[in-house]
């Protein structure tokens, strides 16, 4: 089964991890500090700060950003579960927003429509690795006092006006499940301009714990004395996955390139096709991380989409399809949000397969998913 894809780990990788079991350090240690500052640096921020996982990261940052009760926070449709979940773990509110039609991206006017005296954030989500307009949310986040937190959990390494992603939005979330563009088993993390931000993501994923003497509300104790100042989580990411996530890190742009330019392979192979519609072409300011080569059947072919999914999966093709829209999940149905209609979002998905992309994939590999594309629509273009 060709996935639709998958880490990429070398002796370094390996040989990092085990230098911090011989090190003596397996939490809390220099790994975690020194994967900290290259990931800030490498994304343009000034602050990293490292959680177990994408989702805890997305937490802290929410609290962070001071979401909580009767707050509401603007997630799009189209992105996996845990950008809204997130808001309902601090008593918040998600209000959904629509996508753009081609890209999969929020729309910015949608979500304008939705901003209320409420609105606490707004959550622009890098979807397939496309950077989001990210231009207009920060003129929109300013006008309506708004804290701007980017999803990049799917474009670490994509560019936007020059910029890394990283350095656009107030917070920015990136997640390290072994699809992504780095891994470190499971992980992520936050990077932020913002030392006030940088600070209460430490402490949100330590318990909420304090041990730096300079901010207790109690200065009179010894040297063993630590505060709890908030009710944090225990979000951290340990000293192994620091030291395979700074391995990763040095290979970004390698990573990044290699799945650039199979996604330019799938462009000129795919485009005599009939009945696909291929991912947009970047505009000449934003550069994709191309996390997802998202597919698209044209609307005569997308009610066949799931037998046609069925069919190449059968052929040792392991799509997916990216995502089920947050609102239409039966947990979400079932907690007031039957009458949300996102239509250009669920239209989206309702016609979307993502094919494999990854940084190892061969030509041949390529090949075989564009034949058997071929074969398996013929059938329906008679």
């Known amino acids: 089964m060709i996935p639709y894809s998958t880490q990429s780990i070398d002796n370094s990788d390996i040989e990092a991890v085990h230098r911090v079991l011989r090190s003596g350090w397996l939490t809390q240690g220099p790994a975690l500090e020194r994967f900290e500052t290259a990931l800030a640096k490498k994304a343009g921020a000034k602050y990293g700060v490292a959680f ?26 189209l992105t996996f579960a845990a950008t809204a979940n997130a808001a309902l773990y601090l008593g918040a509110r998600p209000v959904f927003a629509d996508s753009d039609s081609q890209t999969g991206n929020m729309s910015v006017e949608d979500a304008r429509r939705r901003v209320t005296k409420r609105t ?38 994509a560019t936007y006006r020059v910029k890394p992603v990283g350095a656009l939005a107030d917070m920015t979330m990136f997640s390290f499940h072994p699809v992504k563009s780095i891994t470190t088993g499971e992980g992520g993390a936050i990077v932020t301009n913002s030392k006030a931000y940088a600070d209460a993501l430490r402490l949100f994923r330590s318990h909420g714990i304090s041990k730096d003497g300079a901010k207790f509300i109690h200065k009179d104790k010894g040297a ?52 696909l519609v291929l991912p947009p072409a970047e ?16 609307a005569h ?72 594309l071929r074969q398996i629509l013929s059938a329906y273009l008679v």
């Open 120 to 157: 606490k954030a707004i959550v622009p989500v890098d979807y397939a690795g496309r950077p989001a307009d990210m231009r207009a949310f920060k003129a929109l986040a300013k006008k309506h006092k708004l804290v701007l937190i980017e999803d990049a959990a799917q474009a670490l390494g």
């Open 301 to 372: 072919l997308a009610p066949k989409r799931d037998e046609i999914f069925a069919k190449l999966r059968a052929a040792g093709i392991g799509v997916q399809v990216h995502h089920v829209p947050v609102h239409t999940h039966p947990y979400y149905r079932s907690h007031g949000y039957k009458k949300v209609h996102c239509p250009s979002a669920e239209a989206y998905v309702a016609a979307e397969i993502s094919i494999p992309l990854f940084p190892a994939i061969t030509l041949t590999q390529q090949k075989f998913v564009i034949k058997t």
């Open 283 to 298: 505009r000449a300011y934003e550069q994709s991380a191309w996390h997802l080569y998202p597919l698209r059947l044209a």
């Open 52 to 77: 177990n996982s994408g989702t805890a990261a997305l937490h802290a940052a929410y609290f962070a950003a001071g979401v909580g009760k009767g707050d509401e926070v603007i997630v799009p449709a």
């Open 224 to 275: 063993w004395y630590q505060e709890m100042q908030a009710l944090g989580y225990n979000y951290r990411m340990p000293e192994l996955s620091a030291a395979l996530g700074e391995s990763q890190l040095k290979r970004l742009t390698n990573f990044i390139s290699r799945r650039r330019a199979a996604a330019k392979r799938y462009d000129t192979l795919l485009k005599k096709i009939p009945g």
